[in-house]
Structure formats: structure tokens, C-alpha cells
């Protein structure tokens, strides 16, 4: 590989560029996180760069990274419910945070041999994650018609080997709480922890809660609750990746770090998964939290309520579209007599980016928008494309699959080659719908191996000139 001017590496990653979803703008309602603050992106780069070549290694090296990492964890608490014994880290993203909450719960408990996790249906996949990391067990609670879960059922899935009950606030499929205090005063009866996973949009449910939304309790002002995690880089508006688990107090805390002394080298320490962690992250949240304030994303809690309320409405008015409960930041819709697969594709090609949801067990398959502040201007011009749309995929029916696809299904490069997908970077179709269409009806276990397979067949080695 041979050294190329600075210029050109910077043109090559615009030319990129060109092929990603749009980050800002409203159009695009999964994966980022748009307030339009004019001005914040700029702010944020400039502190990333300040601090992108510092280590969190070592705090004692380079004590400014303490110092925000601990403002951090403090401004965190202060919205969610901590006390004066609340203690944290930061971590680079929800999936970290809740593979460390598993951990400290299972090495609390080492006279456990067989340590087990219970949690709805509905928790996130990451903690599914974790406990396979962790070589935990998975109880998982199932939710009735309305998409919550039955606290008595959580509290009946307790058992001796449970070390870990997890619960959402908001989940990330529909946006519903769970009913957070009679699953934490469960586990506290059981004497076992209890994580609240408020990753995704648990940032703004106070600030909802201050604009009048019947927000119920979750967080550690619940009895019971013994650990809540929340990512920065999505509600709070920070740059991509962190994230803060809290702990009521620094006794819970204690088992998540590891430790090691046994070799020639320094002791490590670390209270996160990895070792060396760049400051740059660290750094542009702080920066981020700290112009923002309360007031900022009280604001930003306004205008993104104006957007839900607004999605909302243009669902409803949508003949063959449901609208499903409405609780946080989310607006997630089913259908009676539309293929949503379809649907997502009409919406992409007028520029919008949904995310398309697949049936599991009596759930039905549901899109999924995840609203931000920059949503709020274009709420009509979605509600009209949304119609649009619809008439669009209504006219088109659903998807056919090809004969003979489930035949195949042992092999991915058959399946890719019959739904016309080949290998490589660029090799995505303008239209998901049949790709969908297949996941959804193929059970989760061969859903996850089609997907695994698939992901290999794009991540292959370029050749760089």
C-alpha cells in the first residue's frame, strides 16, 4: 500500500460517503440521533479532537479523562435517580454497559453455578448478547397482547440460580416501559439485582416526565433497582460511542472491574471491558452535556414530543395502518392489509428510512421509527409520502417468494443468488421486501444463521492500490 496526499485520502472518504444513509435531516429513523443544534457537531469534533489521542488506561496519566468520565457518570445520575452512594462508568455503548451489569451480577454471586437471567421478551438483544458472552442462562418472560409484560410472570421466572432480572425503560422495538417497580420490589424479595436497560431513550423520559407525559417510575428512586444503564450517543445527542452504567452503590459496583497481577507486565486494572480507550468519545459527550444543560434537552424533549405526537397522527389517519401505544420516543405502527415490507421500500424510495420489524411468535411484524428533535419540521411531508406510500404498496401486494427458496436455505450463496444478491460491499438491492419477506418466515435460529452468512459474504478484504 503506498502513502497518498491528505487531500485525496479526504476526497476518497467523501466519495464514501456518498453511499451512506443521510445522519441528519429527519429522514432517516434508526441508527442516529439528530437534534439539529446548529453548531453542536462542531463543538463535538473540536473536542474529540483535543482529547482523541489520550488513553483512559490509566486515570492517573491523564486525569482531565477522570475528571469527565466522572461528570459524566454525575450528570447521568442526576437524571436518573441517583443518590449520594450512586456510583458508574462510562462505557463505549448499550451493549458494553449491559454485558458489564450481567457480569457484576454474576460474579456477586459465585456460589451460583449455573447463574440465570430473567427478562421479557422484549429486552434487548444485548443482553441476550451478554449472556452469551457470560455463559449465563436466559429465562425469557413472554408479553401478552398489549406488549407488556405481567410483572407476576417476571416474578414467578425467579429462581434460585437467578442473579440478574432485566427490565426496559423504554424497549427499543415499541417503546413501552415496563411496569419497572413491581419487577424491581420482585427480585428485592428474591434478593437478587435488578438492571433497568434505559439505553435507547431512557435519557429523555424525565425531561418528558417535566413536560407533563404520565412517564410512571423507573429509575434508581425505585426501590429495587439496583443498576440502570443509558447511552449518551443517543438521546443526549453525544457523538458515537458512550454510554454510563450506574450502580446504587459502589458495593454493587465491585465485581463488575477485572483485575490481574499474575505476570511480569503493569496490574491491570479496568472497571470497563477494554483497556485502552481513547478520550476522543469521552470528551465530545462532555462537551455535548455540558452546552446542552437541563434546559437544552428539555427543549429537545418538546420538540421531539411534537414529533411523536405528529407521526402519530398521520399513522391513525392511515387506513390499514395500526398505531401501537405511544410511551416514549418511539412510533411503531402494524398493519391489517399492507405488507410493511413493501411499505419500508415505498418510504425508501421517497427518502424516508424506516426500520422493518419481524413477526416473533404472536407479535406481528411492525415498522419502527425512532423520532429525534430534526424530525419535528417534516412531520407533513412524511404523513403525505406515508399515504403515498401505502396506495403505492397497496397496489403492489406482497411480496412472492421464489419457488423452491426454502430449499436452499443450507446454503447462503444459493439463497443470495436466487433473491439476485451477490458478495462484496456494494452488492445491497434498491428493495429489501423479499429479503424481509424471507427472514420473516424463517424461524429465529435460521433467520440469525441466513443473517450471519450474509454479513460474511459482505465483509471481504478490498484490495487499497
Known amino acids: 500500500m503506498k502513502g497518498v496526499p491528505a487531500e485525496q485520502v479526504l476526497a476518497e472518504l467523501a466519495e464514501l460517503r456518498k453511499a451512506d444513509l443521510p445522519t441528519h435531516g429527519g429522514r432517516l ?111 425469557v418472560v413472554p408479553v401478552g397482547a398489549d406488549l407488556r409484560v405481567d410483572p407476576a410472570a417476571v416474578a414467578a421466572a425467579i429462581g434460585p440460580s437467578t442473579v440478574l ?29 435488578c438492571h433497568v436497560d434505559a439505553c435507547f431513550g431512557g435519557w429523555t423520559l424525565p425531561f418528558l416526565r417535566r413536560l407533563g407525559e404520565p412517564v410512571p417510575p423507573f429509575d434508581l428512586s425505585v426501590p429495587g433497582v439496583t443498576s440502570i444503564s443509558v447511552d449518551l450517543h ?37 472497571p470497563v471491558i477494554s483497556s485502552t480507550r ?3 468519545p469521552i470528551a465530545a459527550a462532555w462537551a455535548t452535556l455540558r452546552h446542552l444543560g437541563d434546559d437544552g434537552y428539555l427543549a429537545l424533549a418538546a420538540t421531539t414530543l411534537e414529533a411523536v405526537r405528529g407521526l402519530a397522527a398521520a399513522v391513525s389517519a392511515v387506513d390499514g395502518l ?8 418511539v412510533v411503531a405502527f402494524q398493519s391489517t392489509s399492507v405488507d410493511l415490507f413493501v411499505l419500508a421500500d415505498e418510504l425508501a424510495a421517497r427518502g424516508w428510512h424506516t426500520q422493518p420489524q419481524f413477526q416473533h411468535g404472536d407479535i406481528a411484524p411492525s415498522v419502527h421509527l425512532t423520532v429525534t428533535a430534526a424530525v419535528a419540521p417534516r412531520v407533513s411531508e412524511f404523513a403525505a ?12 401486494g406482497p411480496v412472492a417468494l421464489p419457488d423452491g427458496i426454502f430449499d436452499l436455505l443450507g446454503s447462503v450463496e444459493a439463497v443470495a443468488a436466487a433473491l439476485g444478491v451477490g458478495s462484496g460491499p456494494s452488492v445491497l ?26 454479513l460474511s459474504l459482505l465483509q471481504r478484504p478490498t484490495s487499497v492500490g
Open 29 to 139: 429513523f434508526a441508527y442516529v440521533y439528530d437534534p439539529a443544534v446548529p453548531g453542536l457537531d462542531e463543538l463535538a469534533a473540536a473536542a474529540y479532537a483535543s482529547s482523541a489521542h489520550v488513553n483512559g488506561l490509566d486515570p492517573t496519566a491523564f486525569p482531565s479523562l477522570l475528571r469527565m468520565e466522572n461528570d459524566l457518570v454525575g450528570m447521568a445520575a442526576a437524571v436518573l435517580g441517583g443518590g449520594p452512594a450512586t456510583v458508574g462508568s462510562v462505557t463505549s455503548g448499550g451493549t458494553e454497559s449491559l454485558i458489564l451489569a450481567v457480569k457484576a451480577a454474576r460474579d456477586a454471586a459465585p456460589h451460583i453455578a449455573e447463574p440465570r437471567l430473567v427478562m421479557p421478551v422484549t429486552a434487548h438483544a444485548a443482553l441476550a448478547k451478554a449472556a452469551a458472552y457470560l455463559r449465563v442462562a436466559l429465562d
Open 165 to 193: 432480572v432485566a427490565c426496559s425503560a423504554p424497549s427499543y422495538a415499541h417503546g413501552l416501559i415496563d411496569p419497572v417497580e413491581p419487577i424491581a420490589a420482585a427480585a428485592a424479595a428474591a434478593g437478587v439485582r
Open 234 to 270: 443517543k438521546y443526549a445527542y453525544a457523538p458515537k460511542g458512550v454510554s454510563v452504567l450506574l450502580h446504587r452503590d459502589e458495593q454493587l459496583r465491585l465485581p463488575q472491574y477485572f483485575g490481574y497481577a499474575d505476570w511480569p507486565g503493569y496490574t491491570m486494572v479496568n
Open 278 to 280: 481513547s478520550g476522543g
Open 322 to 329: 395500526v398505531l401501537l401505544p405511544v410511551e416514549s420516543t
Open 385 to 396: 409520502d406515508l399515504a403515498a406510500s401505502v396506495d403505492a404498496a397497496r397496489a403492489l
Open 429 to 454: 438491492p434498491d428493495r429489501m421486501a423479499v429479503i424481509n419477506t424471507l427472514l420473516n418466515a424463517a424461524p429465529p435460529a435460521v433467520r440469525e444463521q441466513l443473517l450471519v452468512a450474509f
